[in-house]
């Protein structure tokens, strides 16, 4: 069982910068794939970018690539996500997920546990 935390959310200028944090329970945490998930009010949950516990190796949505970076420190059970140049249309729940299951790492039902999410807020 893992269980997630997210924090770091808030209300920030277009242009401006914010770094999210996820920190998970249990011991096998360098085990699991990290991604984060975004949800906008009336929109379905998508992928914004994931970060695999061997190696390292990263992946971005096309929509934040070059201005989002996903991070984790295995000694510190936490996931990073630090996004610059935030725009209005990254308004949104940003959702930590962990998983290990084979699976397409883009996709929400590939992920076995999930954070309660945290609101960013991104104004003109």
């Given at each position: 069982q893992v269980q997630l935390l997210e924090s770091g959310g808030g209300l920030v200028q277009?242009?401006?910068?914010?770094?999210?944090?996820?920190a998970a329970s249990g011991r096998t945490f360098s085990a699991y794939r990290m991604a984060w998930f975004?949800?906008?009010?009336?929109?379905?949950?998508e992928f914004v970018a994931v970060i695999f516990?061997?190696?390292?190796?990263?992946?971005?949505?096309?929509?934040?690539?070059?201005r989002f970076?996903?991070?984790?420190?295995?000694?510190?059970?936490?996931?990073?996500?630090?996004?610059?140049?935030?725009?209005?249309?990254?308004?949104?729940?940003y959702y930590c997920a962990a998983g290990r299951s084979v699976g397409l790492p883009i996709k929400a039902d590939s992920y076995d546990?999930?954070?309660?999410?945290?609101?960013?807020?991104?104004?003109s």
């Open positions: 277009a242009g401006g910068s914010l770094r999210l944090s996820c975004r949800q906008a009010p009336g929109k379905e949950r516990g061997t190696g390292g190796r990263t992946y971005y949505a096309d929509s934040v690539k070059g970076t996903i991070s984790r420190d295995n000694a510190k059970n936490t996931v990073y996500l630090q996004m610059n140049s935030l725009e209005r249309e990254d308004t949104a729940g546990y999930w954070g309660q999410g945290t609101q960013v807020t991104v104004s």
